[in-house]
């Protein structure tokens, strides 16, 4: 099954800003990533790395102004449900451990 994930981001920055955004699905996971696009509005160069967590991160440095970032991408999954447990137990966030954040 493809499913198609992306967001958008607005900024207006007052001085240039070092940035790192982090919105692409692992590499690593059960899904296949197919096509993936990023479009910045001003133009800029995105600098492509990845972390200790091994996620996928973009670098840049925001210029002063008005930016938009979009990202787009084709993804393919097994279109299996994901596992229920139907007695878990959901904690209000202001009580989660710090380990678990």
Known sequence: ???????EFRYDV?????TVIQVQPRQD???QLLQETW??????????????????CQRLLMPAGEQVFRYDALVEVSG??????????QMPVEELPDDVL
């Not at 492509?48 to 996928?56: E, L, M, Q, V």
């Not at 299996?80 to 137990?89: C, K, M, S, T």
């Open 39 to 56: 479009q910045t509005t001003p133009e800029r160069p995105l600098h492509t790395f990845h972390d200790i967590y091994n996620n996928t």
């Open 14 to 18: 007052t001085w240039p800003t070092p």
């Open 80 to 89: 299996e449900p994901d596992p229920v447990v139907p007695d878990a137990v």
């Open 1 to 7: 099954m493809h499913i198609r994930v992306g967001c």
């Open 29 to 31: 996971g059960a899904h």
